[in-house]
């Protein structure tokens, strides 16, 4: 069973930065898509950024130019830098890992990690 390990969260000051970090506890696993989704008290989940394997990376709009997503495939970890936070990315913020073994699609999340920005 693939575990996601998730770290970096916290309190931070509007216009500070965090670094968020998710590694797989597998690492023969390769994951085709890791990426970050984030859930506001009452507001449903959303994307924040999403990487392949190649390095391709997609971003929720409300996070342009403000998060870089990365990953080191031979970790099979994914981190997600934050500048420029403000009061409203305060969320919990989930790692996901999506991959393909045995001709099945499997996807992982991990348990959490808190960001909070205060004004």
């Known amino acids: 069973q693939v575990q996601l390990a998730e770290s970096g969260g916290g309190l931070v000051q509007a216009g500070g930065s965090l670094r968020l970090s998710c590694a797989a506890s597998?690492?023969?696993?390769?994951?085709?898509?890791m990426g970050w989704y984030r859930q506001a008290p009452g507001k449903q989940r959303e994307l924040v950024a999403t990487?392949?394997?190649?390095?391709?990376?997609n971003y929720g709009d409300s996070v342009k130019g403000r998060f870089t997503i990365s990953r080191d495939n031979a970790k099979n970890t994914v981190y997600l830098q934050m500048n420029s936070l403000q009061p409203e990315d305060t969320a919990v913020y989930y790692c996901?890992?999506?991959?393909?073994?045995?001709?099945?699609?499997?996807?992982?999340w991990g348990q959490g990690t808190q960001v909070t920005v205060s004004s």
């Open positions: 996901n890992a999506k991959g393909w073994r045995g001709g099945i699609l499997w996807n992982y």
């Open positions: 597998e690492g023969t696993f390769t994951f085709s898509q």
């Open positions: 990487i392949t394997g190649g390095g391709i990376t």
